[in-house]
């Protein structure tokens, strides 16, 4: 008869074998979209393709890989030069794109109250309609302008986020034009628990509803039945961000994760595949890290920048040294190996 010990011995044994074949798998991933991502740098410190937005998107991307974005340079310059020179024009623009701005000034150091003279964080709540709790028309935008200010400290007006839930579609989500997609779900979602929503609150949960049940059969999140890397990696991090386990079966669709469909859409170069390979790859990077638009700023370095913008030759990349990042996906997997393996033994008592 199995004892106890060679119970855990065997879920053991099946929990290493997972961790050694997920943790290379996904740490290479983030690195070689990393060292993709930062080979797209340009001669400013940018990172061009959609406006100044891909450049705060890109910051985030690589400090969740845990690399310091003010590290980064082509021509000498950082994504926080680029930051520095832009600050102004950024916070004239739009509320959401100046908390971006906030969030990834917190990425290289400089505080999101002082760039070049401009207060991004003002720049975001002195824009608040008081009449209408909006930053914002659409929510999309209204969830970035409420993540950017939690997430750097300051204080969301109730009226902010009761204009959100007033505009919840009865399945749970939000888009426009009355009806749910996953992408402004997904801001919003976080732009909710950034502020103070409980992961057990009715509007979170019936969220998170919407989310689950708009999972497509290959284990990602798109449009119009068609599953795509940016829109999956979104979904990811605001369900991390409600504390769901995307890796668990409730987000297993045909033994495939959310994570495997990401890990699905990487191509040779490190990018990902989708409508703009620099914007799925940026977007991937903090999803598959475990990162959520709040955190991923503050997330820890544990590697150097690489030596050029072409990624050649850079140290500590391409050796899975996102790992700390990884972990949280990592264990859960072993735990869930454990697990079956206990339960494969203990059948053969009965």
Avoid: H
């Avoid at 990042?325 to 859960?332: A, Q, R, T, V």
């Amino acid at each position: 008869m199995r004892t106890p010990l060679l119970l855990a011995a065997a879920g053991l044994s099946a929990m290493t074998a997972v961790l050694a074949a997920a943790a290379p798998q996904t740490g290479q991933a983030i690195d070689d979209a990393v060292r993709f991502v930062i080979s797209t740098q340009e001669a400013d410190g940018g990172f061009g393709g959609f406006g100044a937005g891909q450049t705060f998107d890109a910051v985030f991307a690589i400090r969740a890989a845990g690399i310091d974005p003010g590290d980064v340079t082509t021509d000498g310059a950082s994504p926080a030069d680029f930051l520095q020179a832009q600050a102004a024009t950024v916070a004239a623009e739009s509320p959401a794109l100046a908390a971006k701005a906030a969030l990834a000034a917190k990425a290289p150091g400089p505080a999101p109250e002082k760039v070049a003279g401009t207060d991004l964080v003002a720049a975001v709540s002195d824009k608040l309609d008081a009449s209408t709790g909006r930053y914002a028309a659409d929510d999309f935008s209204q969830g970035l302008a409420v993540i950017g200010l939690a997430c750097t400290g300051n204080d969301v007006p109730t009226a902010a986020v009761d204009t959100l839930l007033q505009t919840q579609v009865d399945d749970g989500g939000w888009g426009s034009d009355g009806a749910s997609d996953p992408d402004t779900t997904s801001v919003v979602l976080q732009a909710l628990i950034a502020s103070g929503a409980e992961a057990s609150s009715e509007d979170v949960a019936a969220a998170v509803a919407y989310l689950r049940n708009g999972q497509l059969d290959d284990g990602g999140w798109g449009y119009a039945g068609e599953s795509n890397a940016a829109s999956t990696a979104f979904v990811v991090q605001s369900l991390i961000a409600a504390g769901e386990d995307v890796e668990g079966a409730d987000y297993t669709k045909a033994g495939q994760t959310p994570i495997d469909y990401l890990l699905s859409q990487q191509l040779d170069d490190g990018s990902f595949a989708g409508f703009d390979a620099a914007y799925a790859a940026i977007q991937a990077v903090p999803a598959l890290a475990g990162r959520t638009l709040c955190n991923a700023p503050e997330t820890a370095i544990t590697q150097s920048a690489p030596v050029s913008a072409s990624g050649a030759g850079a140290p500590g990349v391409g050796t899975g040294t996102a790992e700390s990042d990884s972990l949280p996906w990592l264990y859960i997997a072993g735990v869930l190996a454990l697990a079956a393996g206990a339960v494969g033994v203990m059948s053969l008592r009965k």
